[in-house]
């Protein structure tokens, strides 16, 4: 397992934190997901040999949202 967190842009209210903890969490690989507003960010913990980042960063934005940064934890 690895952990990456990303810095997201557009998240404005509980029910953006709603969005994209549920978008995250539908992707497969992807173990656990704790999205913070007021950090705006998303911490996700995920199997790489299944979810890549760039496929959880393309979770994140497509439903609007904006990853303007990435570190792994």
């Known amino acids: ?3 990456a967190i990303f810095r997201i842009e557009g998240m404005n209210c509980d029910g953006c934190v709603s969005t994209v903890k549920d978008a995250l969490g539908k992707e497969p690989g992807v173990q656990a997901v704790s999205v913070s ?3 705006a960010q998303a911490r996700v913990e ?3 040999r299944v979810a890549g980042e760039d496929r959880l960063v393309a979770a994140i934005e497509k439903p609007g949202f904006r990853v303007v940064g990435r570190k792994a934890a």
């Open 37 to 39: 507003l007021s950090e």
């Open 46 to 48: 995920y199997d790489p």
């Open 1 to 3: 397992m690895e952990t």
